[in-house]
């Protein structure tokens, strides 16, 4: 049976500038900046200091509760822990390091054999996906092994989220048409934790190729379904691909155990196989440096710590850019700083030209009703705007604002160009200011 969600929109793809590009191995710049911050929740403490040497999958920084380590993704030296700008738009403490260019690796990251893997035990399995500073590598970042254990016992289906529905990101796509048979043993390490036997990979229509060649892989097997989905923004929240995938609906500020299911990214799994058959930490991941005005769009396979300045001058732009993205151009987050740093849950870097500029100096709502068409949370952003914009934190409550998810549909086709996200990020604090 067909499901989908409701509302959502057909935002213009832009996919056809890097979805034919192989994925590439960026050199290591010969400095990298590792944010101790690149995951929901406490950020690591260093435990490396100025002048300190280290290898490739170091752990560099750890913490306690709802943290994981960060790793050097180079060896070399640290040249400072200090504060540096992030994607966020925040400062946070950083490791800067010197790249000697030998890539000595560290001692610890030892492969296991299948039959290693298959004696290991839940608790080993976390463990090992802990230590190796694994996150929800779409953007979310939160620590994988925190949503594996609150699922134990809760889930009976997983689903591997290869939507990417954002313009111009195809990095998942890349990464299936490339690392299926990784990907897919990550997955089965997922099935084997949770103890299920049953799977879905949902992947968009608009990605033949690698719904093809994961298609080739899982012949004869039944314990894994490939789910192809009409394409739809924004098929790849939580919350509209579980229901797109398996009818059921997350309640009102509910997680996806609530219902019996778990969702990974597919870089995640890849992530979870390189730590648990290879033994190396999360020190590099797949981003998609794509854009109108980028000379050559490339995939690129990027240490961890690379500036967005050594990723724009490996695609080149035709004009300088308008708006640089740390993701895509309908919940990326615009850049005041370029030397900023890759991490782990950076996907893409979006280049845009002045041409992508709308500028409406006092907008007014005309009540056309449009934005709650397409809102996949059923609210109603227009009711919302007006509640904001009267400081009215009753009201927000009232209609739900909490159930956000900031996927930009309001304002996508608001005719008016009001900038309801930023109205609802704010009212969204409003209401945690008033907790």
């Given at each position: 049976?067909?499901?989908?969600?409701?509302?959502?929109?057909?935002?213009?793809?832009?996919?056809?500038?890097?979805?034919?590009?192989?994925?590439?191995?960026?050199?290591?710049?010969?400095?990298?900046?590792?944010?101790?911050?690149?995951?929901?929740?406490?950020?690591?403490?260093?435990?490396?200091?100025?002048?300190?040497?280290?290898?490739?999958?170091?752990?560099?920084?750890?913490?306690?509760?709802?943290?994981?380590?960060?790793?050097?993704?180079?060896?070399?030296?640290?040249?400072?822990?200090?504060?540096?700008?992030?994607?966020?738009?925040?400062?946070?403490?950083?490791?800067?390091?010197?790249?000697?260019?030998?890539?000595?690796?560290?001692?610890?990251?030892?492969?296991?054999?299948?039959?290693?893997?298959?004696?290991?035990?839940?608790?080993?399995?976390?463990?090992?996906?802990?230590?190796?500073?694994?996150?929800?590598?779409?953007?979310?970042?939160?620590?994988?092994?925190?949503?594996?254990?609150?699922?134990?016992?809760?889930?009976?289906?997983?689903?591997?989220?290869?939507?990417?529905?954002?313009?111009?990101?195809?990095?998942?796509?890349?990464?299936?048409?490339?690392?299926?048979?990784?990907?897919?043993?990550?997955?089965?390490?997922?099935?084997?934790?949770?103890?299920?036997?049953?799977?879905?990979?949902?992947?968009?229509?608009?990605?033949?190729?690698?719904?093809?060649?994961?298609?080739?892989?899982?012949?004869?097997?039944?314990?894994?379904?490939?789910?192809?989905?009409?394409?739809?923004?924004?098929?790849?929240?939580?919350?509209?691909?579980?229901?797109?995938?398996?009818?059921?609906?997350?309640?009102?500020?509910?997680?996806?155990?609530?219902?019996?299911?778990?969702?990974?990214?597919?870089?995640?799994?890849?992530?979870?196989?390189?730590a648990v058959y290879e033994g190396r930490?999360?020190?590099?991941?797949?981003?998609?440096?794509?854009?109108?005005?980028?000379?050559?769009?490339?995939?690129?396979?990027?240490?961890?710590?690379?500036?967005?300045?050594?990723?724009?001058?490996?695609?080149?732009?035709?004009?300088?850019?308008?708006?640089?993205?740390?993701?895509?151009?309908?919940?990326?987050?615009?850049?005041?700083?370029?030397?900023?740093?890759?991490?782990?849950?950076?996907n893409a870097v979006t280049i845009l030209?002045?041409?992508?500029?709308?500028?409406?100096?006092?907008?007014?709502?005309?009540?056309?009703?449009?934005?709650?068409?397409?809102?996949?949370?059923?609210?109603?952003?227009?009711?919302?705007?007006?509640?904001?914009?009267?400081?009215?934190?009753?009201?927000?409550?009232?209609?739900?604002?909490?159930?956000?998810?900031?996927?930009?549909?309001?304002?996508?086709?608001?005719?008016?160009?009001?900038?309801?996200?930023?109205?609802?990020?704010?009212?969204?604090?409003?209401?945690?200011?008033?907790?």
């Amino acid at each position: 049976m067909a499901f989908t969600f409701f509302g959502g929109i057909h935002p213009k793809e832009h996919k056809w500038y890097a979805e034919h590009i192989p994925v590439q191995t960026f050199p290591a710049p010969d400095i990298l900046v590792v944010p101790m911050s690149q995951h929901i929740g406490a950020p690591c403490t260093p435990l490396v200091k100025k002048g300190d040497t280290v290898t490739v999958g170091q752990c560099i920084g750890d913490g306690e509760g709802l943290c994981v380590p960060v790793h050097s993704p180079v060896s070399g030296t640290v040249k400072a822990v200090e504060m540096r700008p992030h994607a966020g738009g925040m400062m946070v403490l950083s490791a800067v390091i010197q790249n000697d260019h030998n890539d000595t690796l560290c001692p610890d990251i030892q492969p296991r054999t299948q039959e290693q893997v298959q004696a290991l035990t839940p608790e080993q399995l976390l463990e090992i996906i802990r230590n190796a500073g694994i996150v929800g590598m779409g953007g979310a970042a939160f620590p994988t092994n925190v949503k594996l254990s609150s699922g134990l016992g809760k889930v009976d289906t997983v689903i591997v989220n290869v939507s990417e529905c954002e313009p111009y990101i195809v990095a998942d796509d890349r990464l299936c048409q490339e690392y299926p048979e990784q990907m897919l043993s990550g997955l089965r390490i997922v099935m084997q934790l949770l103890q299920l036997n049953k799977a879905f990979i949902a992947i968009e229509d608009n990605k033949k190729v690698a719904a093809q060649t994961l298609q080739e892989y899982l012949q004869g097997q039944d314990a894994i379904t490939l789910k192809l989905l009409p394409a739809k923004y924004p098929q790849g929240a939580e919350k509209q691909l579980i229901q797109a995938v398996t009818g059921r609906q997350i309640p009102s500020g509910g997680l996806p155990a609530a219902v019996g299911c778990a969702v990974f990214n597919a870089a995640t799994c890849k992530a979870i196989y390189d730590a648990v058959y290879e033994g190396r930490p999360l020190t590099h991941r797949i981003v998609t440096v794509s854009g109108d005005i980028v000379m050559e769009p490339k995939n690129l396979m990027t240490p961890i710590g690379t500036s967005f300045n050594d990723l724009l001058d490996a695609v080149g732009h035709s004009e300088n850019p308008y708006k640089v993205l740390s993701g895509g151009p309908m919940m990326g987050v615009a850049q005041f700083d370029l030397s900023v740093p890759v991490t782990k849950g950076t996907n893409a870097v979006t280049i845009l030209g002045i041409k992508n500029r709308v500028a409406v100096s006092d907008p007014h709502c005309i009540r056309c009703g449009k934005c709650m068409d397409v809102c996949p949370m059923r609210l109603m952003p227009l009711m919302l705007y007006q509640a904001e914009r009267s400081a009215d934190v009753d009201e927000l409550k009232k209609l739900n604002i909490m159930d956000c998810i900031e996927c930009g549909c309001c304002a996508y086709t608001c005719p008016a160009t009001i900038p309801l996200v930023q109205s609802l990020r704010t009212g969204k604090q409003r209401v945690r200011d008033q907790k």
